[in-house]
């Protein structure tokens, strides 16, 4: 079967891999339809993760972001999973021993393995895994069904910052993730505004109900989050940029006694005043990936949101030009939303 592989820093190539075969016990088959590729994949290529984080890891198949059908179900997986199913997989895997799993933190494991990032993914043909991996989900089209892995991180987002109904919430950065946060936020009659340096990504959030803000300087931005949050500033600012400048943003902008939560993933350090956690007793609060039950809550997000969820996607590219793919993304971050790669075309 045709697999892309990540052999080494910023090198992808296409090589014929053997085919995982039947199944075993608990294990299904599936075969890819629609992978999603994100900046972890490009942390990944350019051989910037730690090793704990998947650092290291070549050779390697790349994709965590899977949906496609089940082509082979093995003894003793559950009732509900059949043969031609579409499912979304949840790519992590945790040891359950660890300090992080036995307080049922199971996300954030320090020995955890991810499909496509510590286990080979969704960029090829057929992919052998648990059955508590897939999830079953309807979707229009197989695109939109992997997008259920990114749409989990924002359920894992809005959950960490413990989102109430009617709660004003600032969103940095309108990327897929920032655009999921705000859809999850808004699912759960969040009031949200989203900022970003781009207006053409601001659209699709203020579709969604949102207000918006077009990236200045950061005291700018500053003021004006705060002005459009009232007095107090808003309970909950939320970073899906990764970048200094916006990090820092979001610790000035969130209220006293709120909760700023870090989403956007980045190797680099951000100065920040100490005081301004002490004075206002900040709950500043790290995302990883999610939990199952937060995985089921996304496929549930995705199925109710198809058409909005689809237009995310900017980008398709057969499996046969995988390596293209990959460096397009890369190259273009302006351009691009979301770049999907096909299995099924
Ligand atoms: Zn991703
Ligand atoms: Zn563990």
């Known amino acids: 079967m045709l697999a892309a592989v990540t052999e080494g820093v910023g090198k992808v190539t296409l090589s014929q891999r053997p085919d995982p075969g039947s199944p075993g016990p608990g294990q299904v088959v599936v075969r890819p339809e629609a992978v999603g590729i994100c900046g972890s994949d490009y942390h990944f290529i350019s051989g910037e993760l730690s090793e704990q984080a998947g650092g290291s890891q070549f050779p390697r198949v790349q994709g965590h972001e899977v949906a ?145 803000i077009v990236w200045s300087d950061r005291d700018q931005v500053v003021a004006e989050a705060r002005r459009w949050a009232g007095p107090d500033g808003p309970p909950v600012a939320i970073d899906a940029t990764g970048a200094p400048a916006a990090v820092r943003a979001m610790i000035e902008i969130v209220a006293s006694a709120g909760r700023a939560v870090q989403v956007g993933m980045s190797g680099e350090e951000v100065s920040v005043r100490i005081g301004s956690l002490t004075e206002k007793e900040l709950d500043v609060l790290g995302v990883s990936c999610c939990g199952s039950s937060e995985f089921a809550q996304a496929v549930a997000v995705v199925e109710r949101n198809d058409a909005l969820i689809a237009r995310l996607i900017s980008h398709q590219f057969p499996l046969e030009q995988a390596p293209q793919a990959l460096q397009f993304a890369m190259g273009n971050p302006t351009e691009v939303m979301k770049v999907v790669i096909r299995g099924d075309q």
């Open 68 to 212: 496609g059908t089940i082509t082979a179900v093995g003894p003793e997986c559950r009732a509900e999973l059949a043969v031609d199913q579409r499912v979304a997989v949840w790519p992590l895997h945790a040891c359950g021993r660890c300090y992080p799993c036995r307080v049922g933190r199971a996300n954030t494991c320090d020995n955890f393995k991810l499909i496509g990032i510590h286990l080979d993914g969704g960029l090829q043909e057929r992919l052998a895994t648990g059955q508590e991996q897939v999830f079953p989900i309807r979707a229009s089209d197989a695109g939109v069904a992997a997008m259920a892995e990114p749409v989990s991180i924002a359920v894992r987002a809005v959950e960490r910052g413990r989102i109430e109904p009617g709660e004003r919430v600032v969103v940095l950065g309108a990327g897929p993730i920032g655009q999921c946060v705000c859809l999850v936020a808004r699912e759960r009659v969040a009031e949200v505004l989203v900022i970003d340096l781009q207006p053409s990504r601001l659209r699709l959030s203020e579709e969604m109900g949102a207000a918006t």
